[in-house]
Nanobody, 120 residues
Framework: VQLQASGGGLVQPGGSLKLSCKAS????????MGWYRQAPGKQRESVAT???????NYADSVKGRFTISRDNAKNMVYLQMNSLKPEDTAVYYC???????????????WGKGTQVTVSS
């Protein structure tokens, strides 16, 4: 199973970006999907998660500004980021809990990350 994230870049404060992540490979089902981020010198933190039933959870720092969504048919998860702030600068990683064909348990997979820089 591979996760490929895209959509990062440089944006001015107050701007918007949309991240996308596609899961591919031996996939029977995906339960939770999410976005995490890691800023220089800091630990990786959860930004937003979404279950297969589309129940969402957000970090307090992004509530009201970021929206996570998913397309189960395409095995994709998205993160719409609005009103971006310099403190949102980080490498963003997508994550998925995947049950593969032939398995009866889920495994965590991570994408390689995409850089988001918020700066004027």
């Amino acid at each position: 199973v591979q996760l490929q994230a895209s959509g990062g870049g440089l944006v001015q404060p107050g701007g918007s970006l949309k991240l996308s992540c596609k899961a591919s490979g031996n996939i029977f089902s995906i339960s939770a999907m999410g976005w995490y981020r890691q800023a220089p010198g800091k630990q990786r933190e959860s930004v937003a998660t979404i279950t297969s039933g589309r129940r969402t959870n957000y970090a307090d720092s992004v509530k009201g500004r970021f929206t996570i969504s998913r397309d189960n048919a395409k095995n994709m998860v998205y993160l719409q980021m609005n009103s971006l702030k310099p403190e949102d600068t980080a490498v963003y990683y997508c994550n998925a809990l995947v049950i593969s064909w032939g398995q009866d348990y889920g495994m965590d997979y991570w994408g390689k990350g995409t850089q988001v820089t918020v700066s004027s």
